[in-house]
Nanobody, 122 residues
Framework: QVQLVESGGGLVQAGGSPRLSCAAS????????MGWFRQAPGKEREFVAA????????SYADSVKGRFTISRDNAKNTLYLQMNSLKPEDTAVYYC???????????????WGQGTQVTVSS
């Protein structure tokens, strides 16, 4: 298991471009596919983006495709989410999660960090 700590959230104006980070403990970060999920008030947690162990393959929710970019640095044990053209509907707590499975199916992810709040003002 990896322990995950998210950072980089805050209050952002619509159209802003913050970058979230997820720091992972342990030496096996590169053994996990990684993903970003979010949960808005009153809603269930939803998939945002995922990246394969090597970083070669990525997957995105339709709602963020073309605006968000997921990446990872295995040497630094860190996952990133570059968020561009933010909208008020992107407001949520953002979580990173890990998966032992090689595919990027959202149902395989777990071991969540504590989350980081992103609030987009219009």
């Amino acid at each position: 298991q990896v322990q995950l700590v998210e950072s980089g959230g805050g209050l952002v104006q619509a159209g802003g471009s913050p970058r979230l980070s997820c720091a992972a403990s342990g030496r096996t970060f590169s053994s996990y596919a990684m993903g970003w999920f979010r949960q808005a008030p009153g809603k269930e947690r939803e998939f945002v983006a995922a990246i394969s162990r090597s970083g070669r393959y990525t997957s995105y929710a339709d709602s963020v495709k073309g605006r968000f970019t997921i990446s990872r640095d295995n040497a630094k044990n860190t996952l990133y989410l570059q968020m561009n053209s933010l909208k008020p509907e992107d407001t949520a707590v953002y979580y990173c999660g890990s998966s032992r499975y090689p595919d990027l199916s959202p149902r395989n992810f777990g071991s969540w960090g504590q989350g980081t709040q992103v609030t987009v003002s219009s």
